[in-house]
């Protein structure tokens, strides 16, 4: 009877630990993910830094041509935030926004003013925001993947015991604004 015990008490013990190490390894999978959603928010943010960077360039170039949307522009650069690993999709959403409508008023601009659409900076510049937009793009979509993979470990069973023990919670996604879906006009956007 007491050797029956003992290998209870071993299988009892063995079960213990098989469960409390699966325990630690799901909460470091969701630690490893949710610092992987937090890394790839702050690349947006690097992206979008560089743009209010290339921005300010722009608004330099537009001071001579139009004071008023010189100061709009300065206006907006100063709205400005700072995108980290902290920061949530609608924070994010905003500051694209902002950059959004800053460009756009540029671009009218440089309609206005045919030969401030025709300096080398300007075309510099505008070639640059192309190749940003298109990183900033890029990192959406890898913060978008690494959500979906974090709310998935969230949600699914029996990784969902762990993280609401844990308090993980779901992370939204970056949402494109439903005016975009349109193609935009590139007229703008070009000099040549």
């Not at 009218?108 to 300007?122: F, G, H, I, Q, T």
């Not at 505008?126 to 940003?132: P, Y």
Request: glycine share 6%; net charge neutral.
């Amino acid at each position: 009877m007491s050797m029956v015990l003992g290998i209870s008490l071993i299988v009892f013990v063995l079960l213990i630990v098989l469960v409390i190490s699966w325990g630690i390894r799901m909460q470091n999978r969701l630690v490893r993910t949710d610092e992987l959603c937090g890394n790839a928010m702050s690349q947006i943010g690097v992206q979008q830094a560089t743009r209010w960077d290339a921005l300010t360039a722009l608004a330099d170039l537009t001071k001579e041509y139009s004071k008023q949307e010189y100061q709009v522009i300065l206006d907006a650069i100063a709205a400005r935030k700072n995108v980290g690993p902290q920061t949530s999709a609608s924070d994010a959403q905003h500051q694209d926004d902002l950059l959004i409508q800053s460009f756009g008023r540029i671009n009218a601009l440089a309609e206005a003013y045919p030969d401030l659409k025709s300096n080398a900076v300007y075309i510099k510049t505008m070639d640059s925001v192309r190749e940003f937009e298109n990183n900033v793009r890029m990192s959406r979509m890898v913060y978008n993947d690494t959500v979906t993979k974090f709310n998935r470990l969230i949600r699914e069973f029996p990784g969902s015991l762990i993280a609401g023990l844990l308090h993980f919670t779901l992370r939204d996604y970056l949402r494109d604004d439903p005016g975009k879906k349109d193609m935009p006009d590139m007229k703008g956007l070009s000099a040549r």
